[in-house]
């Protein structure tokens, strides 16, 4: 597996893996053994970070990691694995999507406490602010995080979905190891925005939702088909018309496919990992088959001809829907 170096020292496999589809999201948690199979499967297929955040399943995606990793230790497995966790969204007791931004230095010395606990880890190796609040002070959040460096509870720091000027800013005060945003085919803004200047400042980027959440591998037709609390379903670009609009986009990508002998996700994952040397996608799945199927990606090349028909089709005003609900998109570019 390729890797990928982020930052000055941080070096991660190329595509690595995102856990949260296995505690929510995208339907209800996955039985326990199934889930410790699939986090197995992705060590065995050469990823070497698993993506979290303590809100996923209100930190029960992290504690599943704990015991992971418990489990490991117990089988005396000593291949590298970095786990790459989020602070800052405060979630609702009665709503899922409604949360509260928190960066205040004592949330985020609460949360960082709380999730070495539940990951049962004495360091994160990179620790990320899952959005910034744009009422925070940002030299007391980093400075925070800086502390924390420094005291050995966190290898790295990374910073989610921030513009290009707070990623300036940041970096003034501390290394930043990498921005993690969405992007892939039908998510294409990073390229215009924060992407050429984690390429100017050596920061990595690490791309997330790098499948648009299932769209891209062509599988997914209709929201009907999903489980009731399925978060696409309330997503716009799920939506009955966009959905439908955004689907006559899929044939330019499963024409590169066959070309390739690749399947839709495959070539998905390919361009992306294409786009940028400090490049790491994070793709999910719960699903053992589509775990396979994802990391043979690793190692596809496209030609210039294919990539530059794949960015025709999916130019960025293509895509129908904004990609998260109003409450989604606070703290977005902040
Ligand atoms: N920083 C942030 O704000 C943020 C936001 C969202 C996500 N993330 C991170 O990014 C990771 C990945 O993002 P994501 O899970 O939202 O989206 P994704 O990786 O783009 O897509 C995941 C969805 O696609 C389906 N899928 C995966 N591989 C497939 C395949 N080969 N064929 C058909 N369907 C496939 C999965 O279903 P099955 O499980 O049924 O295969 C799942 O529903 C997350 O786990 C999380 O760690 C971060």
């Known amino acids: 597996m390729d890797s990928r170096l982020l930052g000055d020292n941080f070096k991660v496999s190329a595509l690595s893996y995102g856990a949260m589809g ?3 999201f995208y339907g209800p948690a996955l039985p326990e053994a199934d889930a410790l199979a699939v986090l197995g499967r992705v060590v065995e297929l050469g990823a070497t970070m698993i993506d979290t955040a303590d809100m996923y399943g209100r930190g029960q995606n992290e504690e599943l990691i704990g015991r992971f990793l418990k489990s490991r230790r117990a089988g005396a497995e000593t291949g590298e694995l970095n786990i790459a966790t989020k602070f800052g969204l405060e ?3 009665n709503d899922s999507y409604k949360r509260r931004i928190n960066n205040s230095p004592e949330y985020i010395r609460r ?3 709380a999730s070495l606990k539940r990951l049962g880890v004495e360091r994160i190796d990179l620790y990320y602010a899952h959005r910034l609040d744009p009422a925070a002070d940002l030299s007391e959040t980093i400075s925070t995080l800086a502390a924390l460096v420094r005291e050995g509870k966190i290898g790295h720091i990374g910073l989610c979905e921030v513009s290009a000027a ?6 003034a005060i501390h290394p930043i190891a990498a921005v993690q945003s969405e992007y892939s085919l039908w998510t294409r803004e990073p390229e215009s925005s924060i992407l050429p200047v984690c390429r100017e400042l050596g920061v990595g980027f690490v791309a997330y939702s790098p499948l648009g959440r299932g769209f891209l591998s062509g599988r997914l037709k209709n929201v009907e088909e999903l489980a009731s609390n399925d978060f696409r379903r309330s997503n716009p670009r799920f939506q009955d018309d966009n959905l439908k609009r955004n689907l006559d986009l899929l044939p330019e990508l499963e024409a590169v496919a066959r070309e390739l002998a690749a399947t839709p996700a495959q070539t998905a994952l390919a361009w992306l990992l294409g786009r940028d040397a400090r490049l790491a996608a994070i793709p999910g799945t719960r699903n053992l088959t589509r775990l396979e199927e994802n990391m043979g990606a690793a190692g596809l090349v496209l030609s210039d001809e294919q990539n530059s028909r794949l ?3 999916f130019r960025p005003e293509s895509i129908l829907g904004e990609r998260y609900t109003p409450e989604g998109m606070k703290g977005l570019g902040v």
Do not use: F, G, H, P
């Not at 707070?166 to 970096?171: C, E, H, I, K, V």
């Open 22 to 24: 296995l505690s929510e």
């Open 311 to 313: 960015e025709k089709a």
């Open 166 to 171: 707070t990623l300036r800013a940041a970096q």
């Open 91 to 93: 979630r609702s007791v």
């Open 111 to 113: 949360a960082c406490e």
